[in-house]
């Protein structure tokens, strides 16, 4: 029994001893590898919600954005986003946010129509994050926001046209100034406002 637990302690050591010497190889052993600005670009895909800065180039239409939702999108959110097996609806409700019965969809929730846009570049399909090219996000926003009466039919969206939907809740928001919470808004330079 001594020896057997002798002798895992040498195997213990020695590993050990393996590993350190290893890590003390210098370059090709270490963890993770130096990030590129390439890379960096790649991953900041960070859009101003309230300005639409950031928003990419390209363009989508409402009819494009049928398509694919009737393909990547149908099975989770329903015929006509009208809900489905993983959510509610995701049109109606306008001027319900501001009313105790509350329904909460893009069109009566997002302050920002480039929220959608955002939203979905990044998280949707919910089984394939980030599947979509910028083109297709921009058909899926304009289909949702026509559903939603927000934009017409025939419409085209891009950076610009997005940015300028006014979205029926921009107001609704308020910002909590409760003494003993005292938020902040802040949109820039944020890391000088003392907490
Ligand atoms: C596998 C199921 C699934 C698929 C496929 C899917 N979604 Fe979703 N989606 C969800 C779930 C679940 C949520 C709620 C996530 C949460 O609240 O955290 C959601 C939330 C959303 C929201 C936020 C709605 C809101 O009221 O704020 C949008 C917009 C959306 N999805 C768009 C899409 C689009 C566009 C597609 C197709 C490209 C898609 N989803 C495909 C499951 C799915």
Redesign the pocket.
């Known amino acids: 029994m001594r020896s057997l637990k002798v002798s895992a302690l040498t195997i213990a050591a020695t590993a050990l001893f393996a590993f350190s010497a290893a890590a003390a190889d210098g370059p090709g052993v270490s963890y993770g590898q130096k990030i590129s600005e390439a890379d960096v670009k790649a991953l900041d895909i960070d859009v101003s919600t309230s300005t639409g800065a950031g928003l990419p180039a390209g363009s989508g239409t409402v009819a494009d954005g049928a398509k694919?939702?009737a393909e990547?999108?149908v099975?989770?959110?329903g015929e006509g986003a009208n809900g489905g097996?993983?959510?509610?609806p995701?049109h109606g409700g306008i001027g319900s946010f501001v009313t105790p019965k509350r329904k909460?969809?893009?069109g009566s929730?997002?302050p920002y129509a480039p929220i959608?846009f955002d939203?979905?570049r990044r998280?949707?399909?919910?089984?394939?994050p980030q599947s979509?090219n910028d083109n297709?996000v921009y058909a899926?926003t304009a289909y949702?926001y026509s559903l939603n009466g927000l934009v017409k039919e025939d419409a085209v969206l891009d950076a610009k046209s997005l940015a300028a939907i006014k979205m029926p809740n921009k107001d609704g928001f308020v910002v909590d100034d409760r003494p003993d919470v005292k938020a902040v808004r802040c949109m820039a330079d944020c890391t000088k406002i003392k907490p």
Do not use: N, V
Request: aromatic share 14%.
């Open positions: 694919i939702y990547k999108c099975a989770c959110h097996s993983m959510y509610g995701m909460l969809t893009p929730m997002y959608l939203y979905i998280a949707m399909p919910m089984d394939s979509l297709e899926l949702i």
